[in-house]
């Protein structure tokens, strides 16, 4: 388990393998993509699967390859949309 330590607080443990937080980045992802229109957000996840061999809910479990694959698809843009998912995630 991962812990998230700041000063003078009690560490916070974080689990990245439960499936709440899976949920969290599938919903978050899902809410990003939809801003760019429902096709674009279908054809995403398609080139991701096919291209990258990482389907939509496996994601929360390749967190690294997703986000090479995004950087790879969308360049200097991947980091506007990295924000966007983290926005949406606090």
């Not at 949920?23 to 899902?30: G, Q, R, S, T, V």
Request: charged fraction near 20%.
């Amino acid at each position: 388990m991962n812990y998230v330590q700041i000063e003078n607080f009690p560490q916070i443990p974080l689990d990245f393998n439960s499936s709440s937080f899976g949920d969290a980045i599938l919903e978050a992802l899902d809410q990003t993509f939809s801003k760019l229109g429902e096709a674009v957000k279908q054809k995403f996840y398609f080139f991701l699967d096919t291209n990258f061999k990482i389907s939509k809910e496996n994601i929360p479990n390749r967190i690294g390859d997703f986000v090479y694959a995004l950087e790879s698809i969308f360049g200097a843009s991947a980091l506007l949309l990295e924000m966007d998912v983290m926005k949406t995630l606090q």
